[in-house]
């Protein structure tokens, strides 16, 4: 049986992909909840 090196390269790198995707949702939703009521900037400090 030969193996398709090319379509499980494909199948690795999209395993990688939605892994990264995955984390970025994750580190998203925290940032959101930590910023949460900060809909403003504070003033320039002089």
Known sequence: MTK????T????????LLGILTELKEMEA??????????HEDPPSI
């Open 4 to 7: 398709d090196l090319p379509k």
């Open 9 to 16: 390269a494909v199948q690795q790198r999209r395993q990688v």
């Open 30 to 39: 925290q940032e959101v909840t930590m910023l949460t009521g900060e809909d």
